[in-house]
């Protein structure tokens, strides 16, 4: 086997390799940009979406949360949040997180913890707005179910 496998050919596996995973490479990306618009709802982000999204990373919302099944698994999905509990109903939903954000921390014992972040009624809206964009994202049915 040693004298069988030359340097020549360690170059062409080298060089052979390189150009195939770059050429896939190319087309996934090529593939990716396509996709894109399709699917992210970007048509949606209004300006109090982008408040939200703003309000999420200052908060850190992700160093619990997932969403679209991304970040720290201590505290549920939220993707679908406005679907779990608003029922499509976009009213219903902005009161549920209103209340939520209010009423934490829950102190149930034995019950994980939310801090209070001690939002006002407009930022606790913009949140809500950004997680109903983030609701009607294209993501393969995922999460697989309700409960996130
Ligand atoms: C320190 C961890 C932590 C952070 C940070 C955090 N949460 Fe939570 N969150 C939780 C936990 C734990 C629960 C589940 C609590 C329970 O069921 O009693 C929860 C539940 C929720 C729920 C209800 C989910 C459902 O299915 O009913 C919403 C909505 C929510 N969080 C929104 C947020 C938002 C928005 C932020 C950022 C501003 C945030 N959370 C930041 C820990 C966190």
Not at 49 to 56: A, D, I, N, T, Y
């Amino acid at each position: 086997m040693s004298e069988s496998f030359t340097k020549g050919m360690a170059r062409n596996i080298y060089y052979g390799g390189s150009i195939f995973f770059f050429l896939i490479f190319l087309a996934l990306t090529f593939h990716t940009v396509k996709e894109m618009p399709k699917r992210d709802n970007r048509e949606n982000i209004t300006e109090a979406v982008e408040r939200g999204k703003h309000l999420w990373e200052k908060n850190n919302c992700i160093g619990c949360h997932t969403l679209i099944g991304e970040g720290a698994y201590f505290a549920p999905e939220l993707m679908n949040v406005y679907d779990r509990r608003g029922g499509g109903n976009e009213v219903a939903f902005k009161a549920f997180l209103n209340g939520w954000m209010n009423a934490q921390p829950l102190n149930i014992p034995g019950r994980r913890q939310m801090p209070n972040f001690h939002l006002n009624d407009q930022e606790i809206d913009d949140l809500a707005e950004f997680l109903i964009w983030t609701s009607k994202l294209d993501a393969n049915n995922w999460p697989p179910n309700i409960e996130g």
